[in-house]
């Protein structure tokens, strides 16, 4: 993971200038990249997924992770309904589904550095992840800053960005495949905020509800205050069977 992962997020990377030739390149990126993160969700090594986050833009690496995510969802933000753009569009919601997956995320808590984590081992990094990360920043509603997504891996995934482009795609009866991936991916990322929001909410009580609650839940201000909560009810009557599983 260590050698394939930088090498193709490089590529993913350094591959948006728009000429057609870098077009390719990102769409082989984008499915090597889904491909390798789908072999270690199914074999169980989350190693794949967690090298994606911890990359830290040095020497050898020459890009960071929040650099890799922001690459992924800028696929997503691709308008358009061609085959092209679909297929690649894809392949990025699915390499969301499988960054955002519960596993992956305990494991950069609980995982060591060599493995892609933050290094706190299986006890700090279980207790630090039932609590809900590292929210102990000032940070603004709950959103990453510089400092946050260096402390705390799971933070370089801008959750805002990444939850709208999933609802974006739910709409796309163009591909019923991406439109399955996407809803999945909402699954994950909703997964994902309770957690945050339980953990910051158990810190407050600690401190006799005296305390600031330092999080300020993604999915409020991106799926009940815009409306995005009226899309998911709509996905309960698609024709899909997975989608309206998810």
């Not at 609980?110 to 940070?139: N, P």
Request: net charge negative; with cysteine; hydrophobic share 35%.
């Amino acid at each position: 993971p260590d050698v394939l992962v930088p090498a193709i997020c490089r590529h993913l990377c350094h591959g948006n200038d728009g000429s057609s030739a870098a077009e390719g390149i990102v769409d082989q990126a984008v499915r090597a990249l889904s491909s390798l993160l789908s072999l270690g969700n199914v074999s169980g090594d989350g190693t794949w997924a967690r090298t994606v986050f911890a990359q830290d833009g040095n020497a050898d690496v020459s890009v960071t992770g929040k650099e890799v995510l922001d690459s992924i969802l800028k696929l997503l933000e691709w308008s358009g309904t061609a085959a092209r753009t679909l297929a690649v569009q894809e392949q990025a919601m699915r390499s969301i589904f499988y960054l955002t997956d519960t596993a992956t995320i305990k494991g950069l808590y609980t995982s060591t550095k060599e493995e892609g984590g933050m290094g706190f081992g299986s006890g700090v990094g279980g207790q630090i992840y039932d609590a809900g990360g590292l929210l102990d920043d000032e940070t603004a509603g709950g959103r990453p800053d510089d400092d946050m997504s260096k402390r705390d891996l799971a933070w370089r995934l801008d959750t805002h960005r990444t939850l709208r482009a999933c609802l974006d795609h739910t709409t796309t009866s163009s591909s019923p495949s991406l439109q399955r991936w996407a809803a999945a991916a909402i699954r994950n990322l909703i997964a994902e905020d309770r957690r945050r929001a339980c953990g910051a909410i158990a810190a407050c009580a600690s401190q006799g509800g005296g305390a600031l609650l330092k999080y300020d839940s993604f999915t409020n201000s991106s799926l009940v205050e815009t409306g995005g909560v009226m899309i998911l009810s709509s996905l309960i009557s698609s024709d899909d069977a997975d989608t309206r599983a998810h």
